[in-house]
């Protein structure tokens, strides 16, 4: 977050205002030449990660009128701390929204989009399911324009052809075909009779969501390969 | 479904069409007095139940202009048949959408949304989630116009206050507290920032959804107490 | 427990020693005529009210010249409190041993098979395994002298022919066939290959572990029906 | 097996009978010099390779005089076919005995064991739980003579202390602490009150239970590191 008055809002103060100036976020795949020479990168939120990497290529073309972002993630994405939340009779079994009316992370969603030519207010909303690693990000969005499934498959095929850990699937993806990997596995959709374009993007939010994608900024600052040590 | 054609374009074609026209649809809180008088009931998928629940007072009041319908569902909403999908190695720790673009229960939504006055063309999306019984659907409605948090509560109250299967509860609902129940537990949002409106709806899909609300309109054919055999 | 220094060796220290004397221990089904005229019933812990209702048939006709009990508990059996054990993170695919080496409620158990004929020591070891609701025991009886599949079957039938609550099964029950109800569900075995006798014994730990054991136990010392709000 | 007669009775038919002769049996840590020279390798089943694991120091210390093997596996155990055994509603949630009363895997555990030293009829009954991958076996040894705890763990360290997929833990282990590893890990027990000794092996079924042991006996046989492409 680069804006300290919106860091204030949503965390109550910085720990080192001093360095948001000069902190890159730390998206690679958005981000990749910034974060090659910087001196300090923020790593991203789990749900920003998967949500922006969902609707970049949608940002960039213009298309995105307005977004919501409904999440499902893993008892590990609400924290390793034994709670009334995560104890095992409440979480097993069980599916429920939180953070409502307002997550915090929809803050780093908004100021991305803007970055990337998507001036919106995305509605953001996470769900705890009972599993332990994993988190998918289902995307609706109402396009500034009409887009064809075709359509919206090529921008995301266009950004991402080179990229070693998105990948693109037909079929909506399953967390469980990313876990234990640095991966983001999305897939596009646009249906004729609304209108409406949506992506789902999947990682593994203890991996790509956290660890594994440091490590790969980490590769990156230092010269060495991308993927070294994490595929 | 009262529209042979669009029955026929979803299902392929109806065991007895001339039923159709004598058909109520038996989502009893909406339609109780049709149900009372009925000889042929045609019990709602449990999918649009909870969705109708959670949207009927938003509609009644002209306030959805665009609705988008996330839903998640346990296990046995996708079947008893023993298949990849349903696989216990496939489903464990794992949570996709699918049914995409367009999931069949949608034409039930569109007709019941625009019975109520909101002639939209509702984006409903299911997900599987690694759970038995208990669905959540998790609505995100783009107002016709303004509407605080207030406001939409008092919708509701109104609407269900005599009620005994629908609850409203302050917090997000938990699929897990209305188990084995014949409950419908909502909660309803707004959010200043974007203006969107929120509702979320927890059933349990093998009873709300399917075996006791069947049984809450059998009671009401019958002349019998609307909660006998189910509270 | 009788023996106030066991109890004391286990537990640390009782809250109301005189009471001990008077107190009649709650199996229903081992102890139904001294439940009906008991001021004061000890509920029995989950595990040794699955164990001994699959054990004391064998233990009446002399056959236990050893035993293994091996549980298996839901994360409900180890406690509501939030722990780093009952973390859903710890506890989901996850299956481990505890209370290593001797566990308290091995006490009530040699007492009970004492009472009943069976003067050994048990051994009892309970695992966790990744479920809410339910326990399973499985019983290997070292018997003291040969015994044939249908004569331990008889036993049983015998035994439990008009208990309402005790059902047999011809297979392993599982815990999922008894959730959310007062009933303790028995399949019996023996190994002609190695004279080994084996009882499977599948309870609802909040059910007949606990809660509705209790009922049934007042149903009794109230002259209520046995069944009554339970069945 | 090197027995077909025994072959045939659990099995019906081998493929290739000629073979048995020179197969050897592919646990790695009890014949790896075997495995070394070997043309043909029969991998264990996953249960016999951690009941084998948790029962040869013992076995070859003459100190079994019988022995209880109650397994515990996650449903990948139990077949990727899409059964009613397998299907997520009922698995989920439950637990229970199978393979009653005489499972075919207890065939390999009685050559092993006798091979071993100690020529005892095991009885083995596996269960299954609900998670995808793992295995737990909880062994219960009547100890030919006299034991203690420290004796017993000495003997585990003098045969695993070189062991690079073999750890021996101090609490009973969880099958999550080896997931996705091709690791066994053990932990031994003695209690004074009964004289049982006890040990608790957790393995990853696809992994060191099937896969990854089948590597590590390839690297052998092909003078491979032992540990090439799997630590």
Same mark, same amino acid.
Request: aromatic letters at 6%; a negative charge; charged letters at 20%.
């Given at each position: 977050?680069?804006?300290?008055?919106?860091?204030? =809002?949503?965390?109550?103060?910085?720990?080192?205002?001093?360095?948001?100036?000069?902190?890159?976020?730390?998206?690679?795949e958005?981000?990749?030449?910034?974060?090659?020479?910087?001196? &300090?990168?923020?790593?991203?939120?789990? +749900?920003?990660?998967a949500?922006m990497l969902a609707l970049a290529p949608l940002?960039r073309a213009?298309?995105?009128?307005?977004?919501?972002?409904?999440?499902?993630?893993? &008892?590990?994405?609400?924290? =390793?701390?034994?709670?009334?939340?995560?104890? +095992?009779?409440?979480?097993?079994? $069980?599916?429920?929204?939180?953070?409502? #009316? &307002?997550?915090?992370?929809?803050?780093?969603?908004?100021?991305?989009?803007?970055?990337?030519?998507?001036?919106?207010?995305?509605? +953001?909303?996470?769900?705890? &399911? #009972?599993?332990?690693?994993?988190?998918l990000v289902s995307c609706?969005?109402? #396009?500034?324009?009409?887009?064809s499934a075709e359509e919206v498959r090529a921008l995301f095929e266009d950004a991402y052809a080179d990229e070693p850990f998105v990948e693109l699937a037909e079929r909506p993806p399953g967390?469980?075909e990313v876990?234990?990997t640095n991966l983001c596995r999305i897939s596009t959709h646009a249906?004729?009779?609304?209108?409406?374009v949506m992506a789902f993007a999947a990682i593994? $939010?203890?991996?790509k969501?956290?660890?594994?994608?440091?490590?790969?900024?980490? $590769?990156?600052? +230092?010269?060495?390969?991308?993927?070294?040590?994490?595929?």
């Open positions: 977050l680069h804006d300290l008055e919106v860091y204030e =809002r949503h965390y109550g103060g910085h720990a080192a205002p001093e360095l948001l100036d000069d902190a890159v976020y730390g998206l690679t958005l981000h990749r030449a910034e974060v090659r020479g910087a001196d &300090v990168v923020a790593n991203p939120g789990c +749900f920003p990660t949500a940002a213009g298309l995105i009128a307005d977004v919501i972002v409904d999440a499902k993630t893993g &008892v590990s994405g609400a924290g =390793r701390q034994a709670t009334e939340t995560t104890h +095992f009779v409440t979480a097993d079994e $069980n599916v429920n929204a939180y953070g409502l #009316p &307002v997550h915090r992370h929809v803050a780093e969603m908004d100021q991305e989009l803007a970055a990337l030519g998507a001036p919106v207010a995305a509605t +953001f909303v996470p769900h705890l &399911v #009972p599993l332990d690693q994993g988190e609706y969005v109402t #396009p500034a324009r009409e887009a967390v469980r876990r234990d249906d004729p009779r609304t209108g409406r593994d $939010n203890l991996w969501g956290t660890a594994s994608q440091a490590v790969q900024n980490l $590769n990156l600052m +230092f010269g060495r390969p991308e993927e070294e040590g994490i595929a």
